[in-house]
């Protein structure tokens, strides 16, 4: 190998560690960083006493995303008692 095409090679890989120390920082932040979701919760009373449509519970939306359903979260505060009295409000 000839002294020109040693220092080619030695310059093209100065440049690729500079290159690289350059960019590795960025890189790190990117994967680094959270990404904050936005949600809505929302409580629903359910029907007056009728378990079947669903009852007390929150539903969940994705407020990124144009508001899209998420999922429900059954509360499970009634499920014992025979007879429900109807939730007036959530605490």
Request: proline share 4%; no cysteine; glycine share 6%.
């Amino acid at each position: 190998m000839s002294a020109s095409a040693r220092t080619r090679t030695s310059i093209y890989l100065v440049q690729i560690f500079l290159l690289l120390t350059l960019l590795m920082p960025v890189l790190l932040l990117q994967a680094q960083s959270p990404t904050v979701k936005h949600y809505l919760y929302v409580a629903v009373p359910g029907i007056r006493d009728y378990l079947g449509y669903g009852g007390h519970g929150i539903l969940v939306f994705d407020m990124d995303s144009g508001h899209r359903f998420v999922k429900r979260i059954d509360t499970k505060v009634f499920i014992l008692i025979k007879h429900l009295p109807m939730l007036k409000a959530l605490l």
